[in-house]
C-alpha cells in the first residue's frame, strides 16, 4: 500500500494577524534545539574565559582618592568587568566561541 504524499504551499492571509515568522519561530525542532543550545554553551564559555581575562588584567590597580576604594567599588569592578565580558564576547568575540562550538558538535557526533 503506496500513499501519495502531496505538499500543498502555504497559503497566507494578508488580512490576517498571523505573523508566520514568529510562528515558525516557535516551532521547536530537537535539531534546532540542540545547535542553538551548543552555540550558547560556547559562548558562555567564551564570556567566563574573558571575564577570567580581564580580571586579571585589572589586578593590582587600585582606584584613585576620591571615588575610588572600599568594598563597592570591588563590587562594581567585578561587576563592569563581566559586563565587558558578555559585551566582547556578543559582538564577535575573539573567536574561541566558534572553536569551542565545533568541538561540542564533533563530539556529540562521536567523531573523538
Do not use: C
Not at 505538499?7 to 490576517?16: E, F, K, R, W
Not at 519561530?25 to 545547535?35: I, V
Not at 559585551?87 to 573523538?112: C, F, M, N, P, T
Amino acid at each position: 500500500m503506496t500513499e501519495k504524499l502531496s505538499l500543498l504551499p502555504l497559503q497566507v492571509n494578508p488580512s490576517a494577524k498571523t505573523n508566520v515568522k514568529a510562528l515558525a519561530a516557535k516551532a521547536n525542532f530537537a535539531a534546532g534545539d540542540k545547535l542553538s543550545s551548543a552555540r550558547k554553551a560556547a559562548q558562555d564559555f567564551e564570556t567566563s574565559f574573558l571575564t577570567t581575562m580581564l580580571e586579571q588584567m585589572w589586578t593590582g590597580i587600585e582606584a584613585e582618592a576620591p571615588f575610588g576604594g572600599g568594598h563597592s567599588e570591588k563590587v562594581y569592578r567585578s561587576m563592569i568587568v563581566g559586563e565587558y565580558a558578555k559585551s566582547i564576547s556578543s559582538s564577535g568575540g575573539i573567536g574561541l566561541a566558534d572553536h569551542v562550538y565545533r568541538e561540542i558538535l564533533s563530539a556529540q557526533e562521536g567523531r573523538k
